[in-house]
């Protein structure tokens, strides 16, 4: 008898040792995801201008983002412009090449995530340990999707956020799965013929912006659009606009006790899809006075919302002949126009 209750107390006390330990497992386990996500976190949001320069301010004015990001994925890959009128002429359409490229490319990295996911859920029904770097690579998928849903919800395409989820769980498959790693091997070969395929492509047919160092031809319209704004806004494509802050940042004698590089910076806006509009003389109303700087040198150009539009070049006669604004400044394939 003495020997039976031995006997019992000994496994009761191995399987409540053998339940703490899983426990232990798990909780260490769930510390280790928490402290990953807190600091891809702090990366993403701390250290990255995005969340501050971009989310927030889309985010006040949300209710101006007229078109979502699934319009412009129809429009700028499926070749479907025709329920955006106005802007449709103008936005960047890819050729089909590329859009068959991306598809390929975004569809082989999401099944690696999604074969990486049920592998990790496999694994913990089976109470094995997560080592290092399942955590880190889940940790990763978790802030790209949240990060995905912020950018989705002010109107930004984010397929590409699944490139670097995608990547790092293509890795662990190669490294961890003796059964995907065919797979993973198939899926690098892909991505190191398809990546610089779809850079030919689009450099060939001006879809990306060269030469971006060259950008010091800015610097003259920068100068004069400083000393003669004074009180009035101005609007110019996202890019152009960062050269003319950069040059005011660099040029303080622009600054006094009155207009401070903020105010100036408040007061350089990057271009709505209305403003397009009625610079291409869609529309003939504009809200109120402003200057329009024009970088006619730009293959590609982002408005407002994240919107890519064609070079202003193709554009160019509709806004010369535009009744409703003189042109005020010309040099270096740049005008202004008030």
């Not at 703490?20 to 990255?48: D, P, T």
């Not at 003669?228 to 660099?250: C, Q, W």
């Not at 982002?302 to 160019?316: E, F, V």
Request: glycine share 2%; with cysteine.
């Amino acid at each position: 008898m003495r020997y039976l209750y031995s006997r019992f107390y000994s496994c009761k006390t191995s399987i409540c040792t053998c339940y703490i330990e899983k426990k232990h497992e798990y909780l260490n386990a769930c510390r280790r995801i928490i402290g990953l996500v807190s600091i891809f976190a702090i990366i993403e949001f701390g250290l990255s201008t995005f969340f501050y320069d971009s989310f927030l301010r889309s985010l006040k004015n949300s209710q101006h983002l007229d078109l979502s990001f699934l319009d412009k994925f129809v429009v700028a890959y499926l070749h479907r412009n025709d329920t955006l009128p106005g802007i449709s002429e103008m936005l960047i359409t890819y050729p089909r090449i590329i859009s068959i490229i991306s598809i390929i490319k975004y569809i082989c990295l999401s099944i690696s995530i999604i074969i990486f996911i049920l592998l990790l859920f496999y694994k913990k029904s089976k109470k094995n340990i997560f080592n290092i770097y399942d955590i880190m690579t889940f940790s990763i998928i978790f802030m790209t999707f949240f990060y995905g849903l912020i950018r989705l919800y002010i109107g930004q395409i984010a397929f590409t956020l699944v490139f670097l989820p995608g990547v790092f769980c293509t890795i662990w498959l190669y490294r961890f799965s003796a059964k995907y790693k065919k797979w993973s091997i198939l899926v690098l070969i892909l991505l190191l013929v398809l990546a610089p395929v779809n850079s030919i492509f689009k450099s060939n047919d001006e879809f990306t912006n060269k030469d971006l160092t060259q950008y010091k031809y800015l610097n003259y319209t920068a100068n004069w659009y400083l000393l003669n704004k004074g009180e009035a806004i101005g609007v110019s494509d996202e890019m152009s606009r960062s050269f003319v802050m950069l040059y005011t940042s660099e040029n303080p004698q622009y600054f006094n006790y009155k207009t401070s590089f903020c105010r100036i910076q408040q007061e350089t806006k990057i271009l709505s899809t209305d403003d397009a509009i009625f610079l291409v003389q869609k529309s003939n109303q504009s809200n109120f006075s402003k200057y329009y700087i024009i970088n006619y040198k730009l293959d590609a150009m982002s408005l407002q919302n994240w919107l890519i539009i064609k070079s202003w070049k193709y554009s160019k006669n509709l806004i010369e002949s535009n009744p409703h604004i003189n042109k005020i400044y010309d040099i270096n394939s740049v005008g202004i126009y008030y």
